[in-house]
């Protein structure tokens, strides 16, 4: 499963990142880390972009970026 | 006298640039970093005989090597002319500023942290054991609010104390706890002397894969491939045995540290404002009232500046008008059939400053509530509820306030348009928003639009000012994804990666240090150039002048009228009074002034005020302005107004021949053989060419050479006299709203883009754009016999369907590798 499929208020694990470049370092600086909880806060109302909690901060990403990260429920 | 550089470093908006103006006050220098287009703002202080330069750098989150910015302050930070870093933290959102501490921790050198905000953290319920931080750190710390100019001294010591001994301040609080034995053993093979910088900083950086580091390594030194080999087996057993990769590992430390230290010094901490946040957001982001709020923090953001900020220039115009009147004055007086030179130059001058001044209420209101939004924290929800819509069209959520305060549909302007994409992070979609943003409709448009309008489409003119309205925001969605497609293709883009941080509640201070800020530069930059524009228009106006055959025949009409006024006042009583030249002259100012001023006021209180003032300046002459039941003053006063209204006439004709003949009428003549395709004859092009400088002009002008002798303009004059179809009209209009922005705006691309490259291209792209869109309507419509209306609502359909279509085309994504 990847991060965008969460449902809304689960919480699920990272588990891998296939990102690169400036992407994958874009969200490590946010704390996209394998092992990191992240939550499922909303989806924007156009459906694209959503919004998850990591690391207790509110972070919005584009669902195509999301894709890119694996998790999985606990 | 000691040299010091101080390199002030940290995350966007934690209050760096407040620092560096408390430093440096006024003696600050921007110049560019070599090859890119960033600010490289510096200043310099002296203080206990040293001399000290501090440098702001980019605000960062990070020092990867993906972006100008990071490259660029981590270059700096790491020469070593650089002497101390300053790092800004922002003391309300400590764990994320000082994951940057972190990293700056890697760089081994001396450093002062700076815990701005400390205002507002105290509001939010924190409160900081600094003193135990900086055990901790080993560096020194330091408390301001810069906004309040508190803790200026203790920096400035601070500096002096770090630079007498460096490295007592070089911190060593961070160690990657496993990763460290292999961080150390890397160390060791790497020789010191062909780095200026830290081993332990290169180490690091191999570990974290960081491409221009390991490029660096390659070019000097000869045993590279054998260290990047030997890197590489480390990290594919740090991998085995720890089951997380050194560069997700090294993130997940600086964040263990950040965390650490923040529990630590921490004495007071309140549950986050998260809850409320949460509870707002559930609200402002809700599926179904998203949109409808946002539409609805437009439409205030919209009535409360423009609308009710136009009504406020009610009361401000009279205000400028009598700047004007005050500086004409300075200048020489009228004479009877000519105004001297320096007096039209300043009456020009002033005219066209009032028409940039006089937006100054709609900006510091739209300014201020802009400056509400940012502080309250809610741009960046509204970039996350139109993101979908715009990325379509090569744009960025972030793109939405620009275009609104360009004016998406009532009108607007794009000096704040353009200034709004400052913050923008995608560089690509910034590039578009900047370049399209004025296509949208200007506010000094509406005149224009309203005047052509009300002279050639009297019964349609609702649907056709909805239509040239909202056309613009098509056009402008077609042109930024038509750029994404070519000339921007190249352009970085950056993943939307954004952070939705907690609502704050603003501080008036914050609030008003933004609005002036901006004030400030709209005037500096704006008002100084187009000043300096003003002056060319005038030069390119007035020369070469009236051809002497012409001349006489005006002095003529001149002598004309003057005898005119003589024959018919000559049995008058009063007629020894102004039989002489000058004291006719002295009357004609005289009257002109008493008007000029009784048409500023509306209240009775000051009209009588200026009528008593203006009784003592010349009892005679008030006499004659306000005969009231006096019959020979009366008879001088029906005489004198008729000599005034052939004298403004004459003034008329002779400023139409003068057009004609000037330079500026020439290139109106000279652009014909093109621009006869889409109808427009020189007079257009003059007004076209002389709202370059202020949109406003056009107005005038267009009034100017289609008025003929009426004393009013009246807009059916062009309908009867201009020779143009309601079709000519339209591509009149078409054209109009999408010329080149007005010179202003021109400035404020060249601010922030720092390019005059990009300038003449956003100049020339919507001329030619204009210019083919115009010959194209007109060209078809008369092909096809449409009407003006019909015409128009074809190109409408035309353009919408295009610009549905291209958004289709998925966008070019430049992947970057190093």
Redesign the interface.
């Known amino acids: 499963m990847t991060l965008d499929q969460i449902q809304i208020n689960k919480t699920a694990i990272i588990k891998e990142?296939n990102a690169?470049?400036?992407?994958l370092?874009?969200?490590?600086?946010?704390?996209f880390?394998?092992?990191n909880k992240i939550k499922m806060?909303?989806?924007?109302?156009?459906?694209?972009?959503i919004?998850v909690e990591i690391?207790?901060?509110?972070?919005?990403?584009?669902i195509q970026?999301a894709q890119s990260i694996k998790v999985s429920y606990e | 006298m000691n040299n010091i550089q101080v390199a002030l470093v940290g995350q966007p908006n934690c209050g760096k640039s407040t620092i560096f103006n408390m430093l440096t006050n006024i003696k600050q220098h921007i110049a560019n970093y070599p090859g890119v287009t960033i600010d490289k703002k510096s200043g310099t202080f002296n203080y206990n005989n040293s001399k000290i330069e501090v440098i702001d750098l980019p605000g960062t989150?990070?020092f990867?090597s993906?972006?100008v910015e990071e490259k660029i302050t981590r270059d700096y930070i790491l020469n070593k002319d650089t002497d101390i870093i300053i790092n800004a933290v922002d003391a309300s959102n400590l764990?994320?500023n000082l994951?940057l501490t972190m990293q700056l921790f890697d760089m081994h050198k001396p450093m002062i942290l700076t815990f701005n905000m400390m205002d507002v953290a105290k509001q939010n319920g924190l409160e900081f054991d600094l003193k135990k931080l900086e055990k901790l750190t080993n560096s020194k710390i330091i408390q301001t609010v810069a906004a309040k100019k508190e803790g200026l001294s203790d920096i400035k010591d601070s500096i002096i104390e770090v630079k007498k001994d460096k490295l007592k301040y070089i911190s060593n609080a961070l160690d990657y706890k496993y990763l460290q034995k292999y961080i150390d053993l890397v160390k060791e093979l790497i020789d010191n002397d062909s780095f200026d910088v830290s081993r332990h900083y290169i180490s690091v950086k191999l570990f974290e894969n960081d491409q221009q580091v390991i490029e660096n390594i390659k070019k000097i030194n000869p045993n590279a491939n054998k260290i990047l080999d030997y890197v590489q087996d480390l990290k594919n057993e740090f991998k085995e045995e720890f089951n997380?990769?050194t560069?997700?590992y090294i993130?997940?430390i600086r964040?263990e540290k950040a965390d650490e230290f923040v529990k630590a010094c921490t004495v007071k901490s309140k549950k986050?404002n998260?809850t409320l946040s949460d509870k707002v957001?559930s609200i402002v982001?809700?599926?179904?009232l998203?949109?409808p709020i946002l539409g609805l923090i437009i439409f205030t953001l919209y009535q409360l500046s423009i609308v009710y900020g136009y009504e406020l220039t009610n009361i401000t115009w009279p205000i400028l008008a009598w700047l004007k009147t005050t500086v004409i004055s300075f200048f020489p007086a009228q004479n009877i059939d000519s105004i001297p030179y320096l007096t039209q130059f300043a009456t020009w001058m002033m005219n066209s400053i009032n028409a940039l001044l006089n937006y100054l209420p709609i900006f510091l209101i739209l300014f201020f509530l802009i400056a509400l939004l940012e502080d309250v924290g809610y741009m960046?929800r509204m970039?996350?509820?139109?993101?979908?819509?715009f990325?379509k069209f090569g744009l960025h959520?972030e793109s939405t306030l620009p275009l609104v305060l360009s004016g998406i549909f009532a009108g607007g302007c794009a000096v704040p348009g353009v200034m709004a994409t400052k913050g923008m992070n995608d560089k690509r979609a910034q590039m578009a928003t900047m370049l399209t943003v004025p296509l949208m409709n200007c506010l000094a448009k509406i005149p224009f639009f309203t005047l052509i309008l009300a002279a050639f489409f009297k019964e349609d003119m609702a649907i056709m000012m909805f239509l040239i309205s909202t056309i613009t925001i098509f056009v402008a969605l077609l042109v930024s994804k038509l750029l994404t497609l070519s000339v921007l293709k190249s352009h970085e883009t950056?993943?939307?990666?954004?952070?939705?941080?907690s609502y704050h509640i603003p501080t008036l201070r914050g609030l008003l240090t933004k609005v002036f800020d901006r004030i400030w530069l709209y005037l500096k930059k704006i008002v100084t150039i187009v000043a300096a524009v003003a002056v060319v228009l005038f030069v390119l106006i007035q020369f070469p002048g009236i051809s002497k055959e012409k001349q006489v025949i005006f002095n003529s009409k001149a002598e004309d009228m003057q005898k005119k006024f003589y024959t018919s006042i000559q049995d008058n009583k009063y007629y020894s009074h102004l039989d002489e030249k000058t004291e006719l002259k002295d009357f004609i100012n005289y009257y002109n002034n008493y008007k000029s001023q009784r048409m500023n006021t509306t209240d009775a209180k000051t009209a009588k005020k200026i009528d008593l003032v203006f009784k003592e300046k010349n009892e005679l002459f008030f006499l004659f302005s306000k005969p009231k039941r006096n019959k020979e003053a009366r008879k001088i006063n029906k005489a004198f107004k008729k000599l005034i209204r052939t004298r403004k006439a004459l003034f008329r004709e002779v400023k139409n021949e003068k057009v004609e003949n000037s330079a500026l009428g020439s290139m109106g003549k000279f652009f014909v053989p093109v621009t006869q395709y889409a109808g427009f004859d020189w007079k257009i092009n003059v007004a076209f060419l002389s709202s370059f400088a202020a949109r406003e002009s056009s107005v005038a002008t267009l009034g100017a050479l289609y008025e003929g002798n009426k004393d009013t303009f009246e807009s059916n004059s062009i309908a009867s006299t201009g020779g143009y179809s309601s079709l000519g009209a339209v591509a009149i209009m078409i054209f109009m709203a999408l010329t080149p922005p007005c010179i202003a705006t021109m400035i404020m691309i060249k601010v922030q883009t720092n390019s005059y490259k990009w300038m003449a291209f956003a100049i020339s792209y919507p001329m030619i754009l204009g210019l083919l869109s115009a010959i194209f309507i007109f060209q078809i419509g008369n092909i096809l016999n449409l009407t003006g209306v019909d015409a128009m609502i074809y190109f409408y359909i035309f353009v919408v369907t295009i610009t549905m279509l291209v958004s289709l085309i998925p966008n070019y994504k430049k992947?970057?590798?190093?």
Not at chain 1, 20 to 23: A, S
Not at chain 1, 25 to 31: I, T
Not at chain 2, 383 to 389: G, N, S
Not at chain 2, 494 to 501: Q, S
Request: a positive charge.
């Open positions: 990142i690169q470049g400036m992407l370092q874009k969200l490590y600086d946010m704390g880390i394998e092992g806060i909303r989806k924007s109302p156009l459906q694209d972009p919004e690391l207790s901060y509110h972070i919005s990403l584009r970026e | 989150y990070s990867s993906y972006s764990r994320k994951y997380i990769s560069e997700q993130v997940k964040y986050q998260r957001d982001l809700n599926k179904y998203a949109l960046p970039a996350f509820i139109l993101d979908k819509l990325v959520g950056t993943p939307f990666i954004m952070e939705l941080p992947e970057k590798i190093c």
